[in-house]
């Protein structure tokens, strides 16, 4: 095997030209917009943030909406829901394919339609449905949210970046009217460990990132947070020689070429895979003590 990466060597950028104009349609209807939900994956609370967006959304109420909490590993992502919650959010940890705590989120926001409305009828003006833009990085669940909050299929879902690529009205339901946007994420990875745990779990497409790059660092990520579960899945028990660990998932997983020689770019894709399936169990790549 090549000597294993630098990380960095070559800096993560994906800041497709439709992410631009997003944010700029979105500074253009902000004024139409009551609420804003901001979804955040439960398994990356940090590196999933929305960045430079407060700006853009004022002083909007915010309802952080914790997707992949079922995928998380609780432990570490409730520090998050602590934290972010002492910075004055209202957060909601959501389990969307199970249905989990989803009519929490139309009872919080029945709680501020009804502030809205009744400071509207203090004005002398007539009670309207409230409109919540949807925002979040891409693939972090905003669509499948949308058809739970809806009860059908209302939007397209993929488990890939990018499926939606332009703003569009839905009404949830007589009360509620939602802004759907494409998934965002900011000009320039300032944090590159982000940038890869960002590409690790599906929020950045995969043409972007070299595969040896990624399966490293998810070995590297897995083996400083989650030793065990290297060691359960591919009998690992250090990382010393990448060699070695790559011949020893090869075997372990049946990733062998003619001779019996391990297939590396097989490796690379069955570490990612194993990653994003959850077949390396309940996972949380950020640590709330790297919170600046």
């Not at 020689?241 to 391990?262: H, N, Q, S």
Request: hydrophobic share 40%; with cysteine.
């Amino acid at each position: 095997m090549k000597e294993v990466m630098k990380m960095n060597n070559n800096p993560i950028q994906w800041y497709p030209g439709h992410m631009a104009k997003t944010k700029k349609e979105i500074k253009e209807k902000i004024h139409l917009v009551d609420l804003v939900y901001e979804l955040v994956d439960a398994r990356m609370p940090l590196s999933s943030k929305m960045q430079d967006m407060d700006a853009i959304l004022k002083q909007k109420p915010r309802i952080m909406i914790m997707t992949k909490y079922d995928l998380c590993d609780k432990e570490e992502t409730d520090k998050f829901i602590a934290y972010y919650q002492s910075q004055g959010y209202i957060v909601l940890p959501v389990d969307l394919m199970h249905n989990v705590n989803v009519k929490e989120i139309l009872n919080k926001s029945n709680e501020i339609l009804l502030s809205m409305n009744e400071e509207r009828r203090k004005k002398g003006m007539k009670p309207r449905s409230i409109r919540a833009l949807l925002i979040g990085v891409p693939n972090v669940g905003k669509s499948t949210l949308i058809n739970r909050l809806v009860g059908k299929k209302a939007t397209n879902v993929g488990n890939k970046p990018g499926v939606t690529k332009m703003l569009s009205w839905i009404r949830i339901n007589k009360d509620i009217e939602l802004l759907d946007t494409p998934g965002l994420l900011w000009p320039k990875f300032e944090n590159q460990e982000q940038a890869y745990t960002l590409s690790a779990l599906s929020s950045i497409k995969e043409e972007i990132v070299d595969p040896e790059e990624l399966a490293v660092f998810i070995l590297k990520r897995m083996y400083a947070l989650y030793p065990d579960r290297l060691k359960e899945r591919y009998g690992i028990d250090c990382i010393d020689d990448f060699d070695e660990v790559y011949t020893c998932i090869g075997r372990k997983r049946g990733a062998l070429m003619k001779g019996g020689e391990v297939d590396y770019d097989k490796v690379n894709l069955i570490l990612i895979r194993d990653l994003k399936e959850g077949y390396l169990g309940e996972i949380t790549f950020d640590r709330l003590e790297n919170v600046k």
